[in-house]
């Protein structure tokens, strides 16, 4: 943890995004930023096969 920080600064960065994105907002912002950190570490290793849904998605997205 960098030192400039400390657990104060980092408790009141969180209460910030907490009251300014909602709790709702939050769990999808996170998914969102690690699925851009994911296919950045991708593009950057040279790996561009898509990687297989886990099965609780795959079976959200069947057909009905």
Do not use: C, H, Y
């Not at 950045?40 to 297989?52: E, L």
């Amino acid at each position: 943890m960098p030192e400039f920080i400390g657990m104060q600064g980092l408790i009141i960065v969180l209460v910030l995004a907490l009251v300014l994105f909602g709790p709702k907002r939050l769990p999808e912002m996170g998914r969102g930023l690690g699925k851009g950190m994911r296919e950045f570490k991708d593009s950057i290793t040279g790996n561009d096969a898509p990687q297989p849904l886990p099965a609780a998605v795959e079976a959200d997205q069947s057909p009905e």
